[in-house]
């Protein structure tokens, strides 16, 4: 037997620093090993076809002879017709991908070329009109296409308000017409509002805490209009993240089975990291994996009282393991930490709420089912208006507390917020 | 007749697939349906291909029957087809019982009776028709009956929710089976007169016992994410169908060695990755935008069928044009069999054809040699979706 490395190599040292999940298949294309980049495996000489699926669809492949006794490295690298444009787009390109259609926009336009496939990426970045085109300029300032607003406090329970400062982001260049990256800082921002001229604002729960921030991204759509989206300060959940997204559950499955997600470490050493540990608990609750769940679950919603995904987590496992009385209570404290910052947390908090209600005096008092009932009406206040297709609770509306389809007209400067760089 | 296949007698209390598959394109009272016109038809109208899609989805069973992980024991099939599609597939025509809430409620429960014999057993629930959202996490599949007049709006429709809890491992039920797949191709659409309504209640289909420790293997395949649309080919079947049974029949194939021998198969966690991509190919053929979702849990893979060996793949080979002349291209399989000899020039050029998922040395060939190129030999994995290869035999 032999070891077998693997090498990655883009051209950011984000990526090549990324641990993904490999495969390793003979020839006959039968898989022989799942693995991670970082951990090398044990294998008998021959060829061996090594393959890595990235969360937005890109494949890297290749092919290594493994001689008895010697170790082997796969090197990996992106194929031309898949390269990122950019080194400082491959975290976007390879990981986020491009975004679906925003859901606030109403306005018909053609669709663009799926993708999410295998095939090379269709987005064109940083196009910019010819100069001296002819084109007609407007005199005097211009109204912005784009505002961004912060929000703190409980959304849920409406005892929030807007931020006035705008230092909780900060623009990462170099961007581009079609794709700009924000630095949002650790602090007590809950929410960021997107406004765009007559379609419906679009609101999403940040992955933030006191000690971790995120990247923001935005990024403009066919039909000329921005979509959100956010990059999770841990590398690693966030793949985890967008693979899940994606419905790769394999490669999900080779992430969380694996040490890259460690509780130990994000739960109770010194730089603790809770989102990445709901990310991880989420995976698990995906997958099925009651078994490593443990009871850290108990400790991610004891330690960190802000957290909601730490009620909707430890209330879902509960549920999983036949404890549902107890589940009832935890989801029942669901208000006082707010909406929670990922779309399954709510899913699971709609689902068990509404099962329980149905389920009824037969297995719950009446005054709990009672609270349950208040509490699932104020979910679905946000439920009929957020978008499940992505992994962060994103939901329509001007209002953050009161969603709705409502636009804000054409002229967004009353609002205040942030101008999106252009 | 809903029980249309009934392999129990033979089985004998072995593990077997249940299956549980309705399609509704006929709603006597949507406009155009033959019945007294609903109160609200909430902008809806007929269907005209997803009690066909249906059919197909039981033709699939019943022909791949052999290749399923446990022995096809009972299928309830209940189809509401439209004029058209028994034209066009006579078939239909008194096949099954047609797909009302009353005969519904009587197959599930059968069903679920059926279910509930083993824990080794497979479910497969199968849903093609109107599905109508309360609120973005909850899906409603209205029935043939829909819109009768009789009781609330919903009364005529069921809940998947209540479906999946009611077939959770609990006392009343100790031996449920453990692998339960289920698909549903509906619109997810959220009509916006329903949002005022948003305690409208369904028809339970059962009571929900809480049960104990569920860990089932039972992911849902929804046809459509939460506030979108499924689309069908009229007269034909729904996306989602055909990029389903794209992937059954090989899309989503995967290979793994058991004693000592290669095995193809598809699983749900192989569709779940694949799915997306076939989907994606007819919304740029057809210039939809539809989506598909997969919820439920599962710690382990589980298996739908085996396939009957390795599946063939879209394979596109292409020479830059100015060295048409010169290249001729070879391809070897792993077993260092020439599978494929294209002289020079290739003709067509992309050329087209499929070959068996494998890895494979291509290499395109200077022939005669030219000093303008090189050649160029290299291992390749085909996999599906489609492979696409493009000779790099100009020096850089």
């Known amino acids: ?422 | 007749m809903t029980l249309v296949i009934d392999e129990r007698g033979r089985l004998q209390g072995q593990p077997g697939f249940h299956a549980l598959i309705a399609g509704v394109s006929a709603y006597p009272h949507l406009p155009g349906g033959i019945g007294a016109s609903a109160p609200d038809s909430y902008g809806m109208q007929q269907l005209s291909s997803t009690a066909l899609t249906a059919h197909k989805m039981y033709c699939w069973l019943v022909e791949r029957q052999s290749k399923l992980p446990v022995p096809l024991a009972t299928c309830r099939l209940l189809l509401s087809p439209s004029p058209e599609e028994v034209q066009i597939e006579p078939n239909l025509n008194g096949l099954a019982d047609p797909c009302t809430l009353d005969k519904f409620l009587v197959a599930a429960k059968d069903w679920r009776i059926d279910a509930s014999s083993h824990k080794d057993n497979v479910t497969f629930f199968y849903f093609a028709g109107h599905g109508v959202q309360r609120s973005r996490g909850d899906q409603v599949l209205l029935l043939e009956d829909f819109g009768d007049g009789i009781g609330g709006t919903f009364t005529k429709a069921v809940n998947t929710k209540n479906i999946y809890n009611g077939m959770v491992n609990s006392t009343s039920r100790p031996n449920m089976a453990q692998t339960q797949l289920y698909f549903v191709d509906a619109c997810r659409i959220l009509p916006s007169r329903f949002k005022d309504f948003e305690r409208m209640e369904t028809t339970s289909v059962w009571d929900v016992e809480l049960g104990g420790r569920d860990d089932r293997r039972a992911p849902i395949f929804y046809a459509a994410v939460p506030g979108s649309k499924a689309y069908a080919l009229r007269g034909d079947q729904t996306f989602f169908s055909k990029a389903l049974f794209e992937c059954l029949n090989g899309g989503a194939g995967e290979s793994r060695e058991e004693d000592g021998q290669q095995r193809w198969y598809v699983s749900y966690r192989t569709l779940s990755e694949r799915l997306g991509d076939y989907i994606q190919e007819l919304n740029q053929a057809k210039e939809a935008d539809q989506e598909f979702t997969v919820d439920g849990f599962g710690e382990e893979d589980a298996i739908i069928h085996l396939l009957d060996g390795p599946p063939l793949v879209d394979s596109i080979l292409e020479v830059p044009l100015d060295a048409l002349a010169a290249v001729k291209i070879e391809v070897w399989n792993y077993r260092n069999e020439l599978v494929w000899r294209l002289p020079a020039p290739l003709n067509p050029n992309p050329y087209r054809d499929k070959l068996p998922a494998g890895m494979y040395r291509i290499g395109a060939l200077i022939d005669p040699s030219n000093p303008l190129y090189k050649e160029d030999i290299r291992l390749f994995e085909v996999m599906p979706r489609c492979f696409s290869w493009k000779a790099r035999v100009t020096h850089e």
């Not at chain 1, 077998?4 to 003979?26: C, T, Y």
């Not at chain 1, 987005?123 to 912060?150: I, N, T």
């Not at chain 1, 406004?195 to 000690?211: D, H």
């Open chain 1, 1 to 422: 037997m032999s070891k077998l490395h693997f090498e990655s190599q883009f051209a950011s040292s984000e990526l090549n620093s990324l641990d993904l999940p490999v495969e390793v298949r003979k020839p006959d294309l039968s898989i022989v090993a799942r693995s991670l980049s970082s951990q090398p495996v044990e294998l008998a000489p021959g060829t061996y076809c090594v393959t890595v699926k990235l969360p937005a669809g890109q494949q890297l492949s290749g092919t290594v002879q493994v001689e008895e006794g010697k170790e082997a490295t796969a090197t990996l690298t992106p194929e031309p017709e898949v390269a990122s444009p950019h080194e400082w787009q491959e975290v976007q390109h390879y990981i986020l991908g491009p975004s679906g259609p925003s859901p606030q926009a109403s306005k018909p336009v053609p669709l663009p070329p799926g993708p999410e496939s295998h095939l090379p990426s269709f987005w064109s970045f940083g196009v910019e009109a010819a100069e001296g085109s002819g084109e007609l300029e407007s005199l005097g300032p211009e109204r912005a296409s784009a505002k961004l607003r912060g929000f703190r406090g409980n959304i849920l329970l409406g005892a929030y308000e807007v931020k006035d400062d705008q230092d909780w982001l900060t623009f990462m260049p170099p961007g581009s017409a079609e794709f700009n990256v924000y630095a949002v800082s650790p602090g007590d921002t809950k929410l960021v509002q997107l406004l765009q001229p007559e379609v419906p604002a679009l609101n999403m729960v940040l992955p933030v805490s006191r000690e971790q921030g995120c990247q923001l991204v935005l990024m403009r759509q066919p039909n000329r209009f921005y979509s959100l989206d956010a990059n999770l300060e841990h590398g690693v959940a966030n793949t985890l993240l967008r693979y899940l997204q994606r419905g790769l559950l394999e490669q999900a499955n080779t992430i969380s089975s694996s040490n890259a997600l460690p509780a130990e470490q994000l739960l109770y050493q010194k730089k603790r990291e809770p989102i990445a540990a709901a990310v991880g608990a989420y995976a698990l609750l995906r997958l099925g994996d009651l078994e490593r769940l443990h009871d850290w679950t108990e400790n991610l919603r004891n330690y960190f009282q802000w957290l909601p995904d730490g009620i909707t987590i430890r209330g879902e496992h509960l549920a999983r393991l036949g404890e549902h009385d107890q589940a009832l209570t935890i989801f029942l404290d669901l208000p006082s930490r707010g909406l929670p910052i990922f779309s399954d947390g709510l899913s699971y908090a709609l689902d068990r709420l509404r099962l329980y209600i149905r389920v009824g005096e037969r297995s719950f008092e009446r005054a709990r089912l009672s609270q349950a009932q208040t509490l699932l009406e104020r979910l679905q206040r946000f439920a009929a208006f957020v978008d499940f297709r992505r992994p962060l609770v994103t939901f329509a509306g001007i209002d953050p507390g009161n969603p709705s389809d409502a636009t804000p007209g054409e002229d967004i400067e009353s609002y205040g917020g942030l101008d999106i760089a252009q």
